[in-house]
């Protein structure tokens, strides 16, 4: 059974850095595609980064330049480093995992078999 366990959200000042994990179990990280998703309050879930068995990353515009995710393959684990944050970062993140490949369309949401339970990220201004 493949589960997602994300940590290291928290809150910190805009123009901070935090570092989120996800761990995962019953599933190799580089196997397939991998993404990060959030979702603030009252808005709908997006797409923030995607990785896939080739190390070929993806982007939201909202997030490029300032986010870096990447796999740790001897830990299992994924992670979503995120600089410079803004107020407009704050939402819970997610990992999720697409048993395919990402190919032009990695936030396509229906696309993801199994998902985190989500760790929330606060940005204060």
């Known amino acids: 059974q493949v589960q997602l366990v994300e940590s290291g959200g928290g809150s910190v000042q805009a123009g901070g850095s935090l570092r989120l994990s996800c761990a995962v179990s019953g599933y190799t990280v580089n196997h397939y595609c991998m993404s990060w998703f959030r979702q603030a309050p009252g808005k709908e879930r997006e797409g923030v980064a995607a990785?896939?068995?080739?190390?070929?990353?993806t982007y939201a515009y909202a997030v490029k330049g300032r986010f870096t995710i990447s796999q740790d393959n001897a830990k299992n684990t994924l992670y979503l480093q995120m600089n410079s944050l803004k107020p407009e970062d704050s939402a819970m993140y997610y990992c999720a995992v697409l048993n395919n490949y990402c190919l032009l369309d990695p936030f396509r949401q229906s696309r993801y078999t199994y998902w985190g339970q989500g760790t929330q990220v606060t940005v204060s201004s």
């Open positions: 990785v896939d068995t080739f190390a070929t990353t």
